[in-house]
Nanobody, 128 residues
Framework: QVQLAESGGGLVQPGGSLRLSCTTS????????VGWFRQAPGKERERIGC????????YYEDYAKGRFSVSKDNAANTVYLQMNNLKPEDTGMYYC?????????????????????WGRGTQVTVSS
C-alpha cells in the first residue's frame, strides 16, 4: 500500500527558508507523479508543484516559481520541497500526494482529484 509522510515544517521568519520532506513507500509502478499541495487557513487547497518519475521533470504554479523547488532522491524514496524567501502568506498545511501516471505523461497534467494517496501534512508558519 502506498504511504506518504511529510516532515520538516515549523516556524520560520519571513525571508527564511525551509525544506520539507515527503518519505514514501509502497510505490509498485515505475511511472508516477508526486505533487505538493498546501492549504492556508480559510482557503481551498492549492497545488504548489510536482515531479514526474520518468524523467524527473518538474512543474510549478506561477506563484511558486523562483521560490519553491521540487526534487527527488530515489535512493531515499523521498521527495523534497525547498521553500525560499518565505512570506506570511505561505503559512498553511503542506501535503504531498502520489498518483500512478501514464508513460510519457508529465505531472502537470494531474490535478488534486487525480491523486489517490495523501500524507497527513506538516504545518508551516511564516511569522516575525
Amino acid at each position: 500500500q502506498v504511504q506518504l509522510a511529510e516532515s520538516g515544517g515549523g516556524l520560520v521568519q519571513p525571508g527564511g527558508s525551509l525544506r520539507l520532506s515527503c518519505t514514501t513507500s509502497g510505490f509498485t509502478l515505475p511511472y508516477y507523479a508526486v505533487g505538493w499541495f498546501r492549504q492556508a487557513p480559510g482557503k481551498e487547497r492549492e497545488r504548489i508543484g510536482c515531479i514526474t518519475s520518468s524523467d524527473g521533470s518538474v512543474y510549478y504554479e506561477d506563484y511558486a516559481k523562483g521560490r519553491f523547488s521540487v526534487s527527488k532522491d530515489n535512493a531515499a524514496n523521498t521527495v523534497y520541497l525547498q521553500m525560499n524567501n518565505l512570506k506570511p502568506e505561505d503559512t498553511g498545511m503542506y501535503y504531498c500526494a502520489h498518483t500512478d501516471a501514464h508513460m510519457f505523461r508529465v505531472c502537470a497534467l494531474y490535478k488534486a482529484p487525480d491523486y489517490a494517496d495523501w500524507g497527513r501534512g506538516t504545518q508551516v508558519t511564516v511569522s516575525s
